[in-house]
T-cell receptor, first 115, second 113 residues
Framework: AQSVSQHNHHVILSEAASLELGCNYSYGGTVNLFWYVQYPGQHLQLLLKYFSGDPLVKGIKGFEAEFIKSKFSFNLRKPSVQWSDTAEYFCAVIPASGGSYIPTFGRGTSLIVHP | DTAVSQTPKYLVTQMGNDKSIKCEQNLGHDTMYWYKQDSKKFLKIMFSYNNKELIINETVPNRFSPKSPDKAHLNLHINSLELGDSAVYFC????????????FGPGTRLLVL
């Protein structure tokens, strides 16, 4: 069974700082990768996703993520965070082959941005 | 317009009771899901339905029974509630199958006393 690790459980930054949240997964086959965000009091929503092609994907609100297949990683980045980026961030993996399309989520990273 | 809605938002009940959580999506999606988020915030898939047909059942106790009267609704009924069932339950939907982007409901926070 696949697993997803988000090593940073809590991150606290000041506005304008750069952000990188780690996501590593364990699965030997082809995967689809997602980052979801949950703003305070709101639903989980898609930030960005990677299915194939350019491993550097851009999402909403200036976020991007890079898929590095050799490292089984899909780290989320933003060059300059804002107070409104305070939220929970979840990485998710779904196998794209092998017949078992079970979504697996990481435990989330809580980001607090100080104004 | 709410895309994926769940009721109730909060549910507090005694051990041994039976309760239901309802989910509705107005996105026209074919696939719906139930997730459980535990106290450590891990989101784990419980069930998935595609066009009213069960396609994922992830080793969930028999006390949990999903019901999909139509493809826009996926309800979760829980019998004989236990303390360990306390969690946040999220409904979600997607178009085209399991590999696609999921749209989540607001969650139902269940507390079993």
């Amino acid at each position: 069974a696949q697993s997803v690790s988000q090593h940073n459980h809590h991150v606290i930054l000041s506005e304008a700082a750069s952000l990188e949240l780690g996501c590593n997964y364990s699965y030997g086959g082809t995967v689809n990768l997602f980052w979801y965000v949950q703003y305070p009091g709101q639903h989980l929503q898609l930030l960005l996703k990677y299915f194939s092609g350019d491993p550097l994907v851009k999402g909403i609100k200036g976020f991007e993520a890079e898929f590095i297949k050799s490292k089984f990683s899909f780290n989320l980045r933003k060059p300059s965070v804002q107070w409104s980026d305070t939220a929970e961030y979840f990485c998710a993996v779904i196998p794209a082959s092998g017949g078992s399309y079970i979504p697996t989520f990481g435990r989330g990273t809580s980001l607090i941005v100080h104004p | 317009d709410t895309a994926v809605s769940q009721t109730p938002k909060y549910l507090v009940t005694q051990m041994g009771n039976d309760k239901s959580i309802k989910c509705e999506q107005n996105l026209g999606h074919d696939t719906m899901y139930w997730y459980k988020q535990d106290s450590k915030k891990f989101l784990k898939i419980m069930f998935s339905y595609n066009n009213k047909e069960l396609i994922i059942n992830e080793t969930v106790p028999n006390r949990f029974s999903p019901k999909s009267p139509d493809k826009a609704h996926l309800n979760l009924h829980i019998n004989s509630l236990e303390l360990g069932d306390s969690a946040v339950y999220f409904c979600a939907s997607s178009q085209g199958g399991l590999q696609e982007t999921q749209y989540f409901g607001p969650g139902t926070r269940l507390l079993v006393l």
